[in-house]
C-alpha cells in the first residue's frame, strides 16, 4: 500500500523533463514515477533507494535495472545491474548508469546504444553521454547490421556520436564478422536520414579493353534541393578518369541534372595513344518567366568511339548518334508554339554532311469548331531551318489548314471527312537556286463506331466484364504530283500520291474488380487490333492488298504483360515483321523477361531472355542473353550474383560481348552508397 501512495505522490511531483528525443532535459516540468520491489526515501537527503524490478519513467523516457538511487533535488541517477534506458528515437543498455534526468548527461559502464532511425549499434567499455545528442565511446565500435556478431563494424579507441549528424572515429579497424580487414585512419558516417556529403563506396574490377578498374565518387550536398557527386576512374588499359554530376530542382516545376566526363586516355587495345576525351549530357525540364516550358535533352561526344570503348551495354557500345535537343514551348489553350534546336553527331562517318535543324518553329491551332456549326478547323504550321558543314541548306516554310466535318450515319456511325492544303515554300539555298514553293491537296474520310457489352456475371476476381468492338474505316486521296523541282530535306518535302482505304477493327476486354474496401479498380485485359489498307491505283490492281498487322496486348494478371505487333505479307504468305515481348514477376523478386525481334526486309533476327530470381536468398541472381539468331551467333551475356544482407550486400557482375569482357564488384553497406555507374553515370542513359 506504502509503494502505491508513494507512486502516486511522485506522478504529481514537478521535476526536470526528459521527452521522447532527450533534447528537452531540464525544459518544462514532466513527473516522474518509480516503482520497485523495495523503494525508500531519506528526507534528509532527497534521495530515494529502489531495488528489485526497478521501473523509472519521466514523459517517454525510461529505465529499468535491478539497483536505482535517484536525487530528486540534483536529478542524479545511479542505476546498476542489467540497465536499460529507452525513448522512441534511442536505446541505452550498460552495466552501471551515472545519469543527470536535468542536464541529460552521464556515463554508461559497458554500455550499448542503439539509434532506431538509422538502425546505428554503438558499443563501448565506457560511453559518455556529453549533452542533447552528443556521446562519446571509449574503445567502441559502430555498425548498422543487427545480431551479436554483426556482419561488419567499425571498431576505433574513440567514437564521437552526434545525433542527427555523424558518427567519428580516428584510427578504425573495418571488421568483417569479428576479424579484422583493413585500416581506415579517419571515418565519418552520417547518423541521419538527410543526404549527407561524403565519399561513396568504390566499385573494382576488371575488363579485357579497359584493364583493372578502380570507380570511386564523393557525394556533396549542395543543399535541401542541390547537390554533386565526383567521380575518379582508374584503368590500367586506358587511363584517368574525372567526372561531375550535378543535379537541381528549383521552384516552378523545375529540376534537372547536367553531367561532364573526361578522361585522359594512354593506350586503346594496347596500342600506345596520347588523347583526350569527353562527354556532356544536360537534363532539364523546367518553366521560364511567362509561362514557357525549356526542356533540354543534350549529349555530346568528342570521339566517335567513345561509347565503343566506353559502354557497359548493348545500347550503349552500339550507339551510332548522339543528339542535343532543346526545346521552349508556350501554350494558349488551343493555340501552341514550339521553338526546337536539334544537333546530331553522326559517330559511324563524317558529321560535316549530317543535316541539323538550327532552328524549327512550329505553331499549331487544335481542332476547333466553327460557331455552332458541325464545321471544324485547324492549322498546322512550320518553319525550319536546314544547315550543314557540307552539303544543301536552306529555309522552309509548311503551311497546312484544314476543314472538317463531325457526322452521324443513321445515328450509330461517326463521319469525319477532312480537307487539308500544305503548302511549301523554300528560300535560302546554298546552291543558289531560286526559291520554290509547292502546294497539294490532301482529302480523308474516317468511318468507326463502338459496339460494346458488359457481362454482369462475376468470374473468379473479375465482378464485371466489358466487351467492346471498334470497326474503324479510313479513306486517303493525295493526288500525284511531279515534286522533284523541290529541295530535298526529309518526308515532308515528298507527299506521296495516294488513293487507298484503310481499314481495322479494334477488339477491348477491360474487366472491373470490387475489393472489399475502397473503390472498384478497372484494368484492360485485352487489347487487339488488326488493320489492312486495299490500294485503288491502277497501278496496284495486281496486288492492292497491304500486309495485315495485328496488334496484341494481354494483362491476365497484374504481374504479366504480352506485346505482340507483326505483319504478315499475304502476297509472300510470311511473316515480314515480328516484335514480341513477355514479361511475368511477383512481388518477391522473381522475373521472366522473353523479347523476340524480326525483319525480312533487313534480315534481322534477334532474341533476348532476362532472368532474376530471389529463390537463393540471400543470393539474387540475374542473367540476360541477347542473341543474333540470323548470324546463330551471341551478342551478350551479363550475369549478376548480389548477395544481400540486413545491413550490407555485394554486387558481382560479368559482362561479355564480342569487344570485351569483364567482372566488376560493388560492396554497399547501409548508409554509405555505391557508385552508380562507370563514368559519372553518363552511360546510364
Known amino acids: 500500500m506504502f509503494l502505491r501512495f508513494l507512486a502516486i505522490i511522485l506522478l504529481c511531483w514537478p521535476v526536470a523533463a526528459v521527452a521522447a528525443d532527450w533534447d528537452q532535459v531540464g525544459e518544462g516540468e514532466v513527473p516522474v514515477n518509480l516503482e520497485a520491489d523495495e523503494l525508500t526515501y531519506n528526507k534528509e537527503t532527497g534521495r530515494y533507494h529502489a531495488i528489485g524490478n526497478v521501473q523509472l519513467t519521466q514523459g517517454e523516457m525510461e529505465v529499468h535495472s535491478k539497483v536505482l538511487w535517484w536525487d530528486q533535488i540534483t536529478g542524479e541517477v545511479e542505476a546498476s545491474g542489467d540497465v536499460q534506458m529507452s525513448s522512441p528515437d534511442e536505446k541505452i543498455s550498460g552495466s552501471k548508469v551515472n545519469y543527470n534526468l536535468n542536464q541529460g548527461t552521464g556515463i554508461i559502464e559497458d554500455g550499448r546504444v542503439f539509434l532506431r532511425e538509422k538502425n546505428l549499434h554503438v558499443q563501448g567499455e565506457q560511453i559518455e553521454r556529453r549533452g542533447a545528442f552528443e556521446y562519446r565511446i571509449k574503445e567502441g565500435t559502430f555498425t548498422t547490421c543487427d545480431g551479436e556478431v554483426p556482419s561488419w563494424k567499425f571498431g576505433a579507441d574513440q567514437v564521437d556520436v552526434t545525433l542527427a549528424g555523424y558518427a567519428r572515429a580516428k584510427n578504425a579497424v573495418f571488421y568483417l564478422k569479428n576479424i579484422p580487414s583493413f585500416y581506415v585512419p579517419y571515418i565519418v558516417y552520417p547518423v541521419k536520414t538527410e543526404r549527407e556529403s561524403g565519399l561513396l563506396t568504390p566499385r573494382v574490377g576488371y575488363s579485357n579493353k579497359r584493364g583493372y578498374q578502380y570507380n570511386g565518387a564523393y557525394y556533396q550536398v549542395l543543399g535541401v534541393n542541390q547537390d554533386a557527386t565526383l567521380f575518379f576512374d582508374y584503368l590500367s588499359e586506358m587511363g584517368i578518369g574525372k567526372g561531375l554530376e550535378y543535379r537541381y530542382v528549383f521552384g516552378n516545376e523545375t529540376e534537372g541534372e547536367a553531367q561532364v566526363y573526361h578522361i585522359d586516355v594512354d593506350q586503346v587495345d594496347g596500342e600506345p595513344v596520347d588523347e583526350e576525351r569527353y562527354a556532356l549530357e544536360w537534363q532539364h525540364d523546367g518553366k521560364l518567366p511567362g509561362g514557357v516550358r525549356m526542356v533540354v535533352d543534350a549529349m555530346f561526344v568528342d570521339d566517335d568511339e567513345y561509347f565503343e570503348d566506353f559502354g557497359e551495354t548493348a545500347d550503349e557500345y552500339n550507339k551510332d548518334k548522339v543528339q542535343s535537343i532543346l526545346t521552349l514551348s ?356
Open 330 to 685: 508556350k501554350n494558349w489553350g488551343k493555340y501552341n508554339l514550339v521553338g526546337q534546336m536539334k544537333y546530331t553527331k553522326d559517330l559511324e562517318k563524317d558529321s560535316s554532311g549530317t543535316l541539323q535543324i538550327l532552328p524549327r518553329i512550329t505553331f499549331d491551332a487544335t481542332r476547333q469548331r466553327i460557331g455552332e456549326s458541325f464545321f471544324y478547323y485547324e492549322l498546322e504550321t512550320e518553319y525550319s531551318n536546314f544547315w550543314r558543314e557540307e552539303g544543301l541548306r536552306g529555309e522552309r516554310l509548311i503551311l497546312r489548314p484544314s476543314l472538317s466535318a463531325s457526322l452521324q450515319l443513321f445515328d450509330v456511325i461517326d463521319v469525319t471527312p477532312e480537307v487539308a492544303y500544305r503548302d511549301r515554300y523554300y528560300w535560302g539555298m546554298s546552291d543558289g537556286s531560286d526559291g520554290e514553293q509547292e502546294g497539294i491537296v490532301e482529302f480523308s474520310t474516317k468511318l468507326n463506331n463502338t459496339l460494346q457489352r458488359v457481362y454482369e456475371q462475376p468470374i473468379g476476381p473479375i465482378h464485371k466484364l466489358r466487351h467492346s468492338i471498334e470497326p474503324e474505316v479510313i479513306y486517303l486521296y493525295t493526288p500525284e504530283l511531279d515534286q522533284r523541282h523541290l529541295p530535298m530535306f526529309d518526308s515532308s518535302d515528298r507527299i506521296d500520291e495516294a488513293n487507298r482505304v484503310e481499314y481495322a477493327l479494334v477488339q477491348r476486354f477491360t474487366a472491373r474488380f470490387d475489393p472489399d474496401e475502397g473503390l472498384p479498380t478497372y484494368r484492360e485485359l485485352v487489347y487487339w487490333r488488326l488493320s489492312q489498307s486495299y490500294d485503288l491505283r491502277e497501278e496496284m490492281k495486281d496486288e492492292p492488298f497491304s500486309a495485315i498487322r495485328n496488334e496484341l496486348t494481354l494483362l491476365p494478371t497484374k504481374w504479366t504483360r504480352v506485346e505482340i505487333d507483326s505483319t504478315f505479307d499475304i502476297d509472300q504468305g510470311e511473316w515480314s515483321k515480328i516484335s514480341a515481348e513477355a514479361d511475368v514477376h511477383d512481388q518477391r523478386d522473381n522475373r521472366l523477361s522473353v523479347n523476340y525481334r524480326s525483319d525480312r526486309d533487313l534480315e534481322q533476327e534477334y532474341g533476348s531472355v532476362e532472368v532474376e530470381t530471389s529463390l537463393l536468398k540471400p543470393f539474387y541472381v540475374g542473367y540476360e542473353n541477347r542473341y543474333d539468331l540470323a548470324e546463330s551467333k551471341k551478342l551478350e551475356d551479363v550475369v549478376d550474383v548480389e548477395y544481400r544482407q540486413q545491413c550490407w550486400s555485394a554486387l558481382l557482375t560479368f559482362r561479355e560481348n564480342d569487344t570485351d569482357r569483364s567482372i566488376m564488384l560493388s560492396f554497399v553497406m547501409k548508409g554509405i552508397g555505391p557508385v552508380g555507374g562507370f563514368g559519372a553515370s553518363l552511360l546510364d542513359r
